[in-house]
Nanobody, 115 residues
Framework: QVQLVESGGGSVQPGGSLRLSCVAS????????VIWYRQAPGQQRESVAS???????KYADSVRGRFTISRDNARSTAFLQMNDLQPEDTAVYYC?????????WGQGTQVTVSS
């Protein structure tokens, strides 16, 4: 059974930081690309950062320079370090692991940024 479990969300003030984790089980994690998405209330889900199996990384313009995606294949875990958080970063954040034919999602973790 494949499971992706996100954690690390919470409530922070503007300018604060959070580190999200996504632990995968039931898949050969190293063979999967990882994408972090977020979905704010009333908005479409959007990708914020991605990392492939070989490491090339992409960021959405809105988070570049503030967010850092990384992975630890030995621990089957992906991370999203989020710094200088702003109210517009408030959303549910999801981890997506995918290869050419399969795609798996976590349940999401809430990030709230407010003063």
């Amino acid at each position: 059974q494949v499971q992706l479990v996100e954690s690390g969300g919470g409530s922070v003030q503007p300018g604060g930081s959070l580190r999200l984790s996504c632990v995968a089980s039931g898949i050969d994690f190293a063979r999967y690309a990882v994408i972090w998405y977020r979905q704010a209330p009333g908005q479409q889900r959007e990708s914020v950062a991605s990392i492939t199996t070989f490491g090339p990384i992409k960021y959405a313009d809105s988070v570049r320079g503030r967010f850092t995606i990384s992975r630890d294949n030995a621990r089957s875990t992906a991370f999203l370090q989020m710094n200088d958080l702003q109210p517009e970063d408030t959303a549910v954040y999801y981890c997506n692991c995918l290869d050419l034919s399969r795609s798996y999602w976590g349940q999401g973790t809430q990030v709230t940024v407010s003063s």
